[in-house]
C-alpha cells in the first residue's frame, strides 16, 4: 500500500540531456567596478528563544558568483543562516546588506524593495511539500513570476522557458501530490528558477532525493554556475559539497564559524571536522580487513 | 453524521445553502482581520487537519472504534470562526474528492458540523474552563464542550431530518425525503451520539489536549474572550425568552407520564412500581401551575421565571464557590498548570 | 440516524478473517484512500466526455442533476436518472461495473438499510403486503423506502461523477471563473496538497505502530496512543502552515493571489448545457404528469 502512496516511479523522468537552467536577470560582474558583495553578515546574532542560541557572532561575505558549501552537524544553525541570508528570519544582533542594501524587517516589507529582492534571490527548502501550494505544476511555475506582476504573456514564457529547461513538460497539468519525491524537488527548483534568481539558496537538496535525481541536482547546479550565479548550498553531506563548491564555511555546533576555505584547506583540517562532529571515526570492513579511518557517511565505498 | 444527497428536500438543503454563505463571508473577514496574509497557509492546514482527523479510529470501549469530528477541538485551537473556515473546507473537499456526504447537503453539513458544532462547543468550553492555565480543567472543559457540541449538532440533524415528512410529501401524506417523523429522527440521531459517537468526540477532544499540554501547550494558549462573551449571555437571554412557545405542546412529553396520563393517553394500566412510587414527592409548583394563578398561560410564564431565577442563583453560587477555591488554590501553587 | 460510515466514497471494509488491529484498519483505510485520489487523477485526465467540457460547464451539469433529482416525486423517472448517471459515466471512460459497484455497495447500501424501517406499518401504515400490524411491510411502505433509495443512488452516482471526473485543479479553475475570491481559491489549492501529504503522515504513524505491535494492547492503552498521535499531527500541521509562509514568501508573495485565466466556452460547451437543461425540463414535466 505504502508503495503507492510514497514513491511513484520516476515515470518519463529521462534526464540524460544536460538540464538548463534561465539567464539570470542581470548581470553579475562590471567589468572595472568593484563588485558589491551579495552578502555582508556582521556580527549576525540569532535566537528564537531567550537563551537557546541558533547563530553567533557570524561575520561573513559572499561575493557574486561564488560557490559556497555551508557545512555543519544537524543543528549547528546551517538552516537559520539561510533564511537570514533570505530575509525570512532577522538577526537578534547584528546587520545583514544584500547587494549593498540593508536586510531589515522593514526594508524587506517595502514593496519595490522586496520585489527586487524576491526575484533576485531564490531558495529552495529542503522538504518540497512545503513549497507546492498551487493546485498544478503549471500555476507552481507561474506563481512567482505573477507575484512578481509580470504580465500573463512574460509569465508564460517563463513557465515554457523552466518546463523545457528542466523537461516539466509532461508534469505541467498534474497535481504536485501525484508526483514522486525526484519530481517535486524539480518542480520546486523549477518554480524558484522562474523567478530568474542571480543567487540561489539550498537548503539540503539532496538529503531527500534518491541517487540519479541527486545526480540531476548536482547538474542542475553545474548548469547555474556556468551561468555566473552565486550558488549557497548548506549541507551535511562533505561528498557533494567539496564536488560543487570551491569555498566551505564550517559551523560549529557552537554556531559559530570556525572554519572558512577551499574545500581542499578545510578537508585537511580533520581535527577540526572530527571536532564539529562532520566526520567521525569507526572501525569497518574492507574487502576482508578490519581497519579504522575517519569518513564522513554520504556515498557508499567501493573495495578495495 | 454526513448527510448525503437525497435525504433532505429542496426547501432545506436550499434554505441552508443559502444560509451558510453569509456565515463563510463572516468568517472569512474575521479570519482576515485576526490572521492576515497567514490565513491561507493556517487555513489550508486547519483543514488538512480537520480532515485527517476524521480518519482517526479512535477506542471507545471493548474493541468498537469510533470516528470524531474534531470540531470542538478544532475550535479550541484555533478559535470558532477559524474553525467555521476550516471544517468547511475539509467536509467540502470530502464531498467533491472524495464522494463523502452529498453535494447539495453541502450547507446543511456545513452548517451542522461547521458552524454549531464548532461555536457551541467553544463557548461552552471557554465557560467551563475559564481563563485557568489548569490542564486537568483544560481536559474536562473540552470533554464537556464537545460532547454536547456533537450532541447539538446530532440534534440539529434530527430536526433537519424529521422535519421533511412535515414540509414534503405527496398529496395522500407520504414523505417524499427522510421518511422519520421529528419524535423518530431527533431520538435516534440523539441517542446514537449521547450514547456512542459523543464519547468518541469526548474521548478524543480530551486525550488531545491533555497530549498537546504536554507536547506544545504554546497551542492551546486562550485567546482573549472579552467582547465575545456578550453574545453567549444574549444567546442565553434568548432562549429564556422563548420558552412561552413550549406552551403551544399539546399533550405531554413522550416518557414523562403521570398515573393519570397512563388512563387517559395510553390507555395503559398503571404500572405497580410507578403506582407505589407517585406519592413520593409533590412538587411545589406541579404542571407548571401555580395554585395561586388562574389562567394556565400566564401560570407557565410564572413557573418559567420561577425556574430561571432558582436555577441562575445556583449556578451563581457555585461558580462563586469554584472561584473562591481557585483564588485559594493560586494562592498556594503560583505555578500551576 | 445516518451512521458516520455510509459516505459514498468509503468503500465498505471486507469482513476480515482475523480481526486486524486497530493500527492495520486504519492504515489500510487511510492507505486506499490515497491510492483513490491517485487514481481519480487519472480517471480525471481520460479523454471522455464530461472531461471534454468546459469545468465550468461539468460543474454546471452535476449541480443542475443533482437539483433536478431533488425535485423528483415519481420512481421511473429517478430510475431514468440513475441509467443517464451510468451513460455518463461510461461515456467518460470509467467502468459502469465499478462505478454501480461503488455507489450501491456505499450509498444504496446505506439507503436500503436506513429505509427499511420505513417500509414497515409502524412508519408507514397502509395495505399490508407481509406481516401484520406494526412489523408488516406495506404498500405505501415500499413506495416511501423505494422513492428513497433511488434518489439516494441517483445523487452519491452523480457525486461520483464528479469525483472521478473533475480534477480538484478543474474544479478550483471553475470558483475563479465564476468570481470566487482568490484567497478562496487559494486556500483551497493548498488544502488538497496537505491534506495528502497528512494522510501519508498518518498512514506511516499506523504502519509504525502495526509493525513494532506485538500484541493488540488494551483499549486504554490504544487510545492513549490514538489521541498522542492526533495531538502530534495537531502541532505538525501548525508548524507545517509557518514553513509554508516562509516558502511563500521566498517567492515573492505579496498579499493577493493572482492567477492565469484560461477558461473559453466552445460551442459544443453551449449545445451541451441547453441540452442538459432541455432534458432535465423533460424529465421533471414526466415527473409531474406520472405523479398525476
Known amino acids: 500500500m505504502s508503495e503507492l502512496s510514497g514513491n511513484r516511479q520516476d515515470a518519463g523522468q529521462s534526464t540524460t540531456a544536460q538540464p538548463q537552467t534561465p539567464e539570470p536577470s542581470t548581470a553579475t560582474t562590471v567589468p572595472g567596478a568593484v563588485p558589491v558583495p551579495a552578502f555582508r553578515l556582521a556580527e549576525v546574532h540569532q535566537s528564537y528563544r531567550p537563551g537557546v542560541e541558533s547563530l553567533a557572532d557570524v561575520t561573513l561575505q559572499i561575493a557574486s558568483g561564488e560557490h559556497v558549501a555551508i557545512v555543519g552537524a544537524n543543528g549547528s544553525g546551517k538552516s537559520t543562516l539561510l533564511k537570514i541570508l533570505d530575509g525570512l528570519v532577522f538577526p537578534s544582533a547584528g546587520t545583514v546588506e544584500v547587494f549593498g542594501k540593508a536586510l531589515t524587517e522593514e526594508s524587506v516589507e517595502e514593496p519595490a524593495f522586496r520585489a527586487e529582492f524576491r526575484s533576485r534571490v531564490g531558495f529552495v527548502f529542503q522538504d518540497a511539500d512545503v513549497q507546492l501550494f498551487c493546485s498544478n505544476v503549471l500555476d507552481e511555475l507561474a506563481f512567482g513570476p505573477l507575484q512578481l506582476g509580470l504580465a500573463e504573456d512574460a509569465v508564460r514564457e517563463r513557465v515554457d522557458e523552466v518546463a523545457r529547461g528542466l523537461r516539466l513538460e509532461k508534469l505541467l497539468d498534474r497535481a504536485p501530490y501525484t508526483l514522486s519525491g525526484g519530481e517535486k524537488q524539480r518542480v520546486a527548483i523549477g518554480a524558484v528558477l522562474a523567478m530568474r534568481p542571480d543567487v540561489l539558496l539550498m537548503d539540503e537538496p539532496t538529503s531527500a532525493l534518491d541517487p540519479r535525481s541527486q545526480v540531476w541536482l548536482l547538474e542542475v547546479i553545474s548548469d547555474m554556475k556556468r551561468h555566473g550565479r552565486t550558488v549557497i548550498i548548506a549541507t551535511h553531506d562533505l561528498g557533494s559539497a567539496a564536488e560543487f563548491a570551491d569555498r566551505m564555511v564550517v559551523l560549529s555546533e557552537e554556531h559559530r564559524i570556525c572554519a572558512d576555505g577551499t574545500p581542499d584547506e578545510v578537508l585537511d583540517q580533520r581535527d577540526l571536522l572530527l571536532e564539529v562532529n562532520l566526520i567521525h571515526e569507526h572501525a569497518h570492513r574492507h574487502a576482508g580487513r578490519a581497519h579504522q579511518h575517519p569518513h564522513a557517511h554520504g556515498h557508499s565505498h567501493q573495495s578495495e | 453524521m454526513h448527510i448525503p444527497d437525497g435525504y433532505l428536500g429542496p426547501q432545506t438543503y436550499m434554505a441552508l445553502d443559502a444560509a451558510i454563505i453569509p456565515i463563510w463571508g463572516v468568517a472569512a473577514a474575521k479570519v482576515k482581520k485576526t490572521l492576515r496574509s497567514k490565513q491561507v497557509p493556517l487555513m489550508a492546514l486547519g483543514a488538512a487537519f480537520s480532515f485527517v482527523i476524521m480518519m482517526f479510529n479512535v477506542p471507545v470501549v471493548g474493541g468498537s472504534t469510533g470516528h470524531a469530528v474534531g470540531a470542538t477541538l478544532i475550535a479550541i485551537l484555533l478559535g470558532p470562526w477559524a474553525a467555521v473556515i476550516s471544517v468547511s473546507i475539509a467536509l467540502i473537499t470530502q464531498a467533491l474528492l472524495f464522494g463523502d456526504g452529498g453535494i ?205 431565577a432558582v436555577v441562575i442563583a445556583a449556578t451563581w453560587g457555585i461558580a462563586k464557590l469554584l472561584a473562591r477555591k481557585r483564588d485559594d488554590a493560586d494562592t498556594t501553587h503560583p505555578s500551576a498548570a | 440516524m445516518i451512521p458516520a460510515l455510509a459516505h459514498v466514497g468509503k468503500n465498505p471494509e471486507r469482513r476480515p478473517q482475523r480481526r486486524r488491529s486497530l493500527a492495520r484498519r486504519t492504515a489500510d483505510v487511510v492507505g486506499r484512500a490515497i491510492a483513490d485520489l491517485l487514481q481519480n487523477e487519472d480517471h480525471a485526465r481520460a479523454s471522455g466526455l464530461l472531461q471534454s467540457l468546459d469545468p465550468r460547464v461539468r460543474l454546471a451539469t452535476v449541480l443542475v442533476m443533482a437539483v433536478t433529482v431533488s425535485f423528483l416525486h415519481t420512481l421511473p423517472t429517478l430510475a431514468l436518472t440513475i441509467i443517464a448517471t451510468m451513460v455518463l459515466a461510461s461515456a467518460s471512460r470509467v467502468s459502469v461495473a465499478s462505478f454501480a459497484r461503488r455507489v450501491w455497495t456505499t450509498a444504496g447500501f446505506f439507503a436500503v438499510l436506513l429505509s427499511a424501517p420505513a417500509a414497515t406499518g409502524w412508519i408507514s401504515p397502509g395495505y399490508e403486503l407481509l406481516g401484520h400490524g406494526a412489523l408488516s411491510i406495506t404498500a405505501p411502505g415500499v413506495l416511501v423506502a423505494s422513492r428513497l433509495i433511488l434518489r439516494v443512488v441517483a445523487g452519491a452516482g452523480i457525486g461520483m461523477l464528479v469525483v472521478w471526473t473533475m480534477r480538484w485543479s478543474d474544479l478550483l479553475g471553475a470558483l475563479t471563473a465564476l468570481r470566487v475570491p482568490d484567497v478562496i481559491v487559494a486556500t483551497l489549492a493548498m488544502t488538497q496538497q496537505q491534506i495528502v501529504s497528512l494522510m501519508r503522515t498518518v498512514e506511516n504513524i499506523h504502519l509504525a505502530r502495526e509493525s513494532r505491535m506485538l500484541a493488540t494492547g488494551s483499549t486504554a492503552e490504544n487510545r492513549q496512543w490514538v489521541v498522542g498521535r492526533m495531538a502530534f499531527v495537531a502541532s505538525k500541521s501548525l508548524k507545517t502552515a509557518d514553513e509554508i509562509y516562509d516558502a511563500m514568501l521566498a517567492r515573492g508573495f505579496s498579499g493577493h493571489w493572482p492567477t492565469l485565466r484560461r477558461m473559453r466556452m466552445s460551442g459544443r460547451d453551449v449545445l451541451w448545457l441547453a441540452g442538459l437543461v432541455a432534458g432535465c425540463a423533460l424529465v421533471l414535466g414526466a415527473d409531474r404528469l406520472i405523479a398525476k
Open chain 2, 104 to 308: 447539495t447537503a453541502i450547507g446543511a453539513n456545513c452548517f451542522n458540523m461547521g458552524v454549531v458544532m464548532p461555536f457551541v462547543g467553544y463557548y461552552l468550553y471557554r465557560l467551563i474552563a475559564g481563563d485557568t492555565a489548569s490542564t486537568g480543567r483544560k481536559v474536562v472543559a473540552s470533554g464537556i464542550a464537545s460532547y454536547v457540541a456533537i450532541v447539538a449538532a446530532a440534534i440539529l440533524a434530527g430536526v433537519e431530518f424529521g422535519i421533511q415528512p412535515l414540509i414534503a410529501h405527496t398529496a395522500s401524506g407520504a414523505p417524499l425525503y427522510a421518511p422519520y417523523p421529528l419524535k423518530v429522527a431527533v431520538t435516534a440521531m440523539a441517542s446514537e451520539h449521547a450514547l456512542f459517537f459523543g464519547w468518541v468526540e469526548a474521548f478524543a477532544t480530551m486525550g488531545v489536549v491533555a497530549a498537546l499540554a504536554k507536547q506544545d501547550s504554546a497551542l492551546l494558549e486562550m485567546k482573549p474572550a472579552s467582547k465575545s462573551m456578550r453574545w453567549v449571555w444574549a444567546a442565553f437571554a434568548a432562549l429564556v425568552l422563548l420558552t412561552p412557545i413550549g406552551a403551544l405542546a399539546e399533550g405531554t412529553a413522550w416518557g414523562e407520564w403521570g398515573t393519570d396520563q397512563f388512563q387517559s393517553e395510553l390507555h395503559m394500566a398503571v404500572p405497580a412500581g410507578l403506582e407505589k412510587l407517585s406519592g413520593l414527592w409533590s412538587a411545589a409548583i406541579p404542571d407548571y401551575a401555580p395554585s395561586f394563578i388562574q389562567n394556565p398561560l400566564a401560570g407557565y410564564l410564572v413557573a418559567a421565571i420561577i425556574g430561571s
